[in-house]
């Protein structure tokens, strides 16, 4: 059984950052994503990190957030980052995290979830 728990949400004005953490126990797959969902929107994807010591960390984005947002991890903490700048209102959403055997960008492909964290960005 895995557990993903997130923080680190909170509101902040257009241009700023915040940085979210997801802290995972149990036995990860080898796949942690970031996805958020918008009030009346589906869950949308906003990127991954590969998880195991031997994976190298490798990272994929959407491009609606590409060079923005930085995901990484400390395995020593079992914890995921989201470093998230050049905040824009349209990212305001619950931000969650998610867990996976493989790479993949939809949102059912994912076992385990966290309970989400919400992120405003006001203009």
């Known amino acids: 059984q895995v557990q993903l728990e997130e923080s680190g949400g909170g509101l902040v004005q257009a241009g700023g950052s915040l940085r979210l953490s997801c802290a995972a126990s149990g036995r990860p797959f080898n796949v942690m994503a970031w996805f958020r969902q918008a009030p009346g929107k589906e869950r949308e994807f906003v990127g991954t990190?590969?998880?195991?010591?031997?994976?190298?960390?490798?990272?994929t984005y959407s491009d609606s957030v590409k060079g923005r947002f930085t995901i990484s991890r400390d395995k020593a903490k079992n914890t995921m980052y989201l470093q998230m700048n050049s905040l824009k209102p349209e990212d305001t959403a619950v931000y969650y995290c998610?867990?996976?055997?493989?790479?993949?960008?939809?949102?059912?492909?994912?076992?385990?979830w966290g309970q989400g964290t919400q992120v405003t960005v006001s203009s």
């Open positions: 990190i590969t998880w195991s010591a031997w994976s190298g960390g490798r990272t």
């Open positions: 998610a867990n996976s055997p493989r790479t993949v960008v939809s949102a059912p492909d994912y076992e385990y």
